[in-house]
């Protein structure tokens, strides 16, 4: 779809000069987008520096009575044993078929995976639906910079926001799985996480996806 110029009332779609355009709604999502991949990025890099990081300090005393132990460096907060290791005994737990914590995360990661999904899908089709239900159509030629009715405004905001749900569903899981990854010690926890920064990253919000989503609505 080509972008064109059109003034205020020529058609349906664009008819208020302080309404929101698609480039300002685009560059919102985006905006949002960076944050939460960051989020999930900055957490992911505390959580493998404190398992794995070589900087030494107290963190956790290793004893609970606090007499004498020797305190956890950040590269012993977090290992095979789990958060509060307690030897071997600990990491034989942690492989037995008895674990099932490290598997909770992978199931959210496959339920987030299938919602994230399902229901922008939804709300896409809702939203669309429901500005058909006004009667207004948009240009074939839309104007990304140009202001839209309250309508139209509504209904790129709530395509967008069917984007950002997608995405937050998406980080929801991967912060789970770093908690997880924290607690079990588990390093394949490390992959859903990454994969939901993935999802999330792969979705940030473009014109030229959400010209292509008002396609059909517009004036034959």
Known sequence: MSSGN???????GFANPGGVTIKSAVRTGQFITLALAKGV???AAIVLFLSWGEVAGPVVPRGGDGGGDAALAPG????????????????QRQSTPGNWLPWIGVAVFAVAAIAGVIAPMVMRSWAIHNFRQTGQQLPMSIDPEMPLTHEAGQLVTRLMASTLISQAIFEGAGFLNLVLLMVTGQIFLVVPALL?????????PRT?????????LARA
């Open 196 to 204: 939901a920064v993935f999802a999330i990253v792969v979705q940030c």
């Open 6 to 12: 059109f003034s205020g009332g020529q058609f349906a």
């Open 208 to 216: 030229s996806t959400m010209l292509d989503r008002l396609e059909p």
């Open 76 to 91: 012993d907060v977090i290992a095979a044993d789990g958060i509060n290791g307690e030897g071997p005994a600990a990491a």
């Open 41 to 43: 990025i900055f957490f």
